[in-house]
């Protein structure tokens, strides 16, 4: 239930940072969203330091026995915080749309997926590892606000605006320069509010139907996120680090296949392709990883970095072309 607070106000909350991020650029938009993360992450540390005051008791068939603390509600608050303000993913993915080409458009959603792989394979490992000292999570919790104060930085001090600024002249404000020199400006046209309501968006070619494999892509992934740690530890008998291990593991096969893999496949094969046989080996994946068998899960595991490698940067280049320029 926890876990589902994230998604369930991102959905509310990525829109409207989508919308923002075209009016007022994706950098600021980039910075809010990050700062969102941050606040979350120190709200995070709260709920594991404050006493575990309890609130009351549930025991039911259907939702399980668990208690409610406060320290529990203000967890539930830091994941609803992050998730209205979850929008640097999606943000980022446009940021990567407005410097990208036709040409180059598939291997630039490689890299970006090469290096969410790279994060995947530091962050269970780094994870697991802090997280077995005798302070359990709160190492990990600090090292992640530590980690988005980096990224903070980074967009702030680094990062470049990639969406041109529309010319919204000022011809009241007299400047003197103005009676000596020649101001040259690039004009733009300016899009209506309405051109990108969230009706008039779905009603483009093609995108309602993206937006479907979208939704039922992420559907089977909240599955296995969720479940197959629960299965790993109480089935596989692993620890917390073995499963850190496992998704690192995943992480490093995924960024052979979205680096030098899909470099070569992507002048040969059709995105279009790419999608569809990346999905099909993930079928396969989702068959195997309910195993009882450690070698099992590994080769499953072989299967999902296969798939989700070819699959995801294909369809995220598809998603970019369709809505046009």
């Known amino acids: 239930m926890v876990g589902s607070v994230y998604p369930a ?6 829109p409207i940072l989508g919308r923002w991020s075209d009016t007022f650029g994706r950098r600021k938009i980039l910075f809010l969203s990050q700062a969102g993360t941050l606040a979350a992450w120190i709200i995070f540390m709260v709920a594991l330091v404050i006493p575990q005051t309890q609130l009351m008791t ?19 608050f830091a994941r609803a915080l992050d998730g209205v303000t979850g929008g640097n993913i999606s943000v980022a993915n446009a940021y990567l749309s407005d410097i990208s080409t036709d040409d180059n458009r598939k291997a630039n959603y490689g890299k970006m997926a090469m290096s969410s792989s790279m994060g ?20 990990p919790v600090g090292v992640a606000i530590l980690i988005s104060m980096v990224a903070l930085w980074v967009i702030w001090f680094k990062l470049p605006e990639s969406k041109t600024d529309l010319v919204q002249p ?25 051109k ?30 969720v479940s197959f740690p629960r299965h790993a530890l109480k089935v596989l008998q692993w620890s917390a680090f073995e499963v850190g291990i496992f998704f690192s593991v995943m992480s490093g096969l995924m960024i052979l296949v979205q680096g030098p893999l899909l470099s070569v496949l992507s002048d040969k094969v059709t995105d279009e392709r790419l999608v569809t046989f990346g999905s099909f080996l993930l079928v396969i994946n989702f068959i195997l990883i309910g195993s009882e068998s450690v ?20 369809y995220l280049s598809i998603l970019s072309k369709s809505a046009g320029k």
């Open 9 to 14: 106000f991102q959905f509310f909350g990525a």
């Open 295 to 314: 070698t099992t899960a590994y080769i499953a595991l072989v299967f999902f970095a296969l798939g989700n490698g070819l699959m995801w940067p294909s």
């Open 196 to 225: 990108r309501s969230i009706s008039s968006v779905l009603k483009m070619p093609n995108i309602a139907f993206l937006v479907l494999i979208d939704f039922l892509t992420f559907f089977g992934f909240s599955f296995f996120y």
């Open 58 to 76: 549930f025991e039911q068939t259907l939702i399980g026995s668990f208690t409610l603390t406060i320290p529990l509600i203000i967890l539930a």
């Open 170 to 194: 000022d011809l009241k404000k007299f400047k003197l320069r103005k009676l000596f020199a020649t101001e040259q400006k690039e004009c733009y046209d300016v899009e209506s509010e309405d």
């Open 120 to 139: 995947f394979i530091l962050g269970p490992a780094l994870a697991g590892l802090l997280g077995a000292t005798i302070l359990g999570e709160i190492i």
